[in-house]
């Protein structure tokens, strides 16, 4: 029986091993898209401060011109000043003349406000610009390693689940159909270790004759409290 058991434990790892394997494959996809979506993400705020950057070099282009052409309507109505006939004629011309340069004092304030804040996003997007490059560095490695893994976890997988199916064909008919009904009902687990009178399963006491039945004879002792199958396992320290 302690043969038995033993190749119970070793059942029991095996499939909790092609059990992980199996997760594994399922979440390192799942992984490697979410790191995608979060590198996209990045990328995608990364091209919103170029795009607006870029609105504010038309801006600035287009007060420029605004500036521009207020110049020359200032030039132009500084000429006329000579040509006027009348007092009204030239207090209306500097009248123009006036409201043209508060124009274009606003227009330069906005020009200022604009070089401002196109300098802030600049610092900001070339500061961003190194980021996206590191982070799709980061994303291609880890990637690249999440792809070299999935192919490791399908040979491991193999390996695994053949010595789940050899183990299996060495235990006892009735003792694997105890152990898989077990297992079903405990999550999974249907053998474990006892130590110092305690079942590492449901974590409560043993009797003292039940575990000292465990320690010495070979017979199938299962824990009174979750009902799963018990093996002696010496934790002392030497």
């Known amino acids: ?28 996809p799942r992984t490697k898209d979410f790191l995608m979506s979060e590198m996209k993400g990045q990328e995608e705020q990364f091209e919103t401060k170029k795009e607006e950057l870029e609105k504010l070099r038309q801006e600035h282009k287009h007060q420029e011109a605004h500036l521009t052409m207020s110049a020359e309507k200032i030039k132009k109505a500084k000429g006329r000043l000579i040509e006027v006939k009348t007092n009204k004629e030239y207090e209306a011309t500097l009248k123009e003349i006036e409201t043209i340069k508060e124009s274009s004092s ?26 996206v490059a590191a982070g ?17 976890i399908d040979a491991r997988l193999e390996e695994k689940i053949r010595m789940q199916d ?18 079903t009902r405990r999550n999974g687990y249907a053998v474990v270790a006892a130590w110092n009178e305690v079942c590492s399963g449901c974590h409560m006491n043993i009797p003292p004759q039940m575990y000292n039945d465990l320690r010495k004879s070979d017979a199938l002792i299962l824990c009174p409290h979750c ?9 002392q320290i030497e």
């Not at 029986?1 to 390192?28: G, H, P, R, T, Y």
């Not at 799709?136 to 192919?151: F, M, R, S, T």
């Open 1 to 28: 029986m302690k043969e038995q058991l033993k190749l119970l434990v070793e059942l029991q790892n095996a499939e909790a091993d092609v059990l992980s394997l199996k997760n594994k494959k399922i979440e390192l």
């Open 166 to 183: 050899s183990i299996r064909k060495k235990i006892d008919s009735t003792l694997l159909k105890k152990f898989d009904l077990i297992k």
């Open 227 to 235: 009902s799963r199958i018990l093996y002696w396992e010496d934790r």
């Open 136 to 152: 799709k560095c980061e994303y291609e490695n880890q990637a690249a390693q999440i792809e070299k893994d999935l192919c490791n």
């Open 106 to 131: 606003k227009i330069e304030d906005e020009i200022i406000r604009i070089l401002d804040k196109m300098e802030q996003l600049t610092e900001i997007v070339a500061a961003e610009d190194k980021q």
